[in-house]
């Protein structure tokens, strides 16, 4: 159960980034929501679920904060 609402979660998260990449027309955004939307299906662990999207937010926030 626990694993099936941190994906929902994350993807939920992933799914508005991309959504704000696309109409912004921001690629590091389309990027890591795209990321964030599609790798809950691989990984069904929830603790590595939300490392890797927390880290995938952090690598988007180093981005825009280099000027991306």
Do not use: H, N, W
């Not at 939307?37 to 995938?56: C, E, H, K, Q, R």
């Amino acid at each position: 159960m626990g694993s099936l609402f941190t994906s929902l979660v994350v993807s939920s998260i992933g799914f508005g980034i991309f959504i704000f990449g696309k109409r912004q027309e921001r690629v590091p955004q389309l990027i890591v929501g795209g990321a964030m939307m599609a790798f809950p299906y691989v990984i069904s662990d929830p603790l590595p679920v939300l490392a890797i999207g927390a880290g995938l937010i952090v690598c988007l926030y180093g981005a825009l904060r280099a000027g991306y």
